[in-house]
């Protein structure tokens, strides 16, 4: 089959996991390539993802795209730079099941039709933009044949859509290296160490609230940047020893200094947020009494038993050392939030990740 006719459409399926940071980027000091005033550390979160599957075809007229079954406008930057950065880097693509040839050359006049689906809520502060542009970007490279011509391009592609985007390519643990370069070359994402590196490691998704937030990311952290005193502060004072801190108790598998880290830096990010004019509010009161909950367990027992974080939006990531204590920390969840129904527990243990729904 050639390339001639009109009638063939050509599909790549892919899925990508959204990420929990545990040292936050908030801050943008380039909007349009999206380099951050700050280096940040995420936790890939497996459970949460996207699933993308990029169409192209001589028929389409126009770049279209379908977000959770409603049509989106493509028309942002975020998505045409990802699209164009693809574009420019396609290669000639056999496919090997139907013979059909499309040649290098051919990619710059073809449209392209995106679905893409996340089975967690979107725009909640659950990281869907991390999740949602590097699922499409790994999508369309897989699609056009482009490959990277080094380690952690495709980071730098993801990172135009959604900062947050480039830590998903990575498995584990992960840092977002701020770079110093004005092209952004080197504000790349690189993986720490995979994820079995830390097998005991528990993570426990509480879904508070799955509404769309009312500020999202990316103008949250604008108004940050133009009003918060402490934002600049934490950029250049705090965060740069955190994160050579939180990289070491990764390293060594430290969850004491993990857990207090991870939770101080949930907390100067939310206080930035209050820091900001006007203040913007991500966290509600159920988020609160789970912050309560936490503190209360780990100042009586003298040593952190969890912790917990919250990116731009009400919903909780919590973290337990071991499959023992993240069980005591489901019972606490659900005394303090009991389900409905008798549930038993150990339903929401799945793996080494549970999502469980908080009413409230
Ligand atoms: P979140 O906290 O969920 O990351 P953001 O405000 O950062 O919220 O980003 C939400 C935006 O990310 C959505 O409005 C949409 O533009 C984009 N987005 C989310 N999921 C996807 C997806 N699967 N594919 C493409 N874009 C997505
Ligand atoms: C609080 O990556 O969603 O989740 O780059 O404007 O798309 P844009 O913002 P986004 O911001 C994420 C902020 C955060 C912290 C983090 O993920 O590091
Ligand atoms: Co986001």
């Known amino acids: 089959m050639g390339i001639e006719g009109n009638d063939w459409v050509l599909m790549k399926t892919a899925r990508a996991p959204s990420n929990i940071a545990v040292i936050k980027y908030w801050g943008k000091r380039d909007e349009n390539l999206i380099l951050p005033i700050n280096s940040s550390i995420s936790v890939t979160l497996d459970y949460l993802f996207a699933t993308t599957t990029v169409a192209v075809s001589p028929s389409f007229t126009s770049d279209r795209l379908w977000l959770n079954g409603k049509e989106v406008s493509m028309e942002s930057k975020r998505y045409k730079n990802c699209l164009q950065q693809i ?7 056999v496919d090997e099941k139907t ?4 040649k290098k050359e051919s990619w710059k006049d073809l449209y392209v039709h995106v679905a893409s689906k996340n089975n967690f809520p979107t725009a909640a502060g659950l990281a869907s933009s991390a999740a949602g542009f590097a699922c499409l970007v790994y999508a369309l490279a897989h699609l056009m044949g482009a490959k990277e011509s080094y380690e952690g391009e495709f980071s730098t592609i993801a990172r135009l859509g959604s900062g947050s985007a480039c830590r998903s390519l990575y498995g584990g643990f ?64 705090v965060v740069p020893k955190r994160m050579v801190e939180m990289e070491e108790a990764i390293m060594k598998r430290d969850f004491a200094t993990f857990a207090k880290l991870t939770c101080a830096d949930s907390n100067q990010f939310h206080a930035t947020c209050l820091d900001t004019s006007p203040p913007i509010f991500y966290m509600n009161d159920t988020s609160r009494r789970l912050i309560g909950l936490v503190e209360k367990w780990n100042a009586s027992e003298g ?35 009991p389900p409905a129904s008798d549930a038993d527990i150990s339903r929401y243990v799945v793996g080494d990740q549970s999502i469980m729904e908080l009413a409230g």
């Open 87 to 93: 574009r420019s880097r396609a290669t000639d693509v």
């Open 99 to 102: 013979g059909l040839v499309v």
């Open 174 to 237: 992960v840092k977002w290296n701020m770079g110093k370069e004005d092209d952004g070359s080197d504000s790349i994402a690189t993986q720490i160490v995979k994820k079995d590196h830390w097998k005991d490691l528990v993570i426990i998704i509480a879904v508070v609230s799955s509404r769309q937030k009312e500020t999202s990311s990316t103008a949250g952290m604008q108004t940050s940047v133009k009003t918060s005193p402490l934002l600049q502060h934490r950029a250049q004072s």
């Open 303 to 337: 040593t952190p038993q969890a912790a917990y974080t919250f990116d731009a939006g009400p919903n909780a990531v919590l973290f337990a050392p071991d499959d023992k204590v993240a069980r005591s920390l489901l019972q606490r969840i659900l005394y303090l939030f």
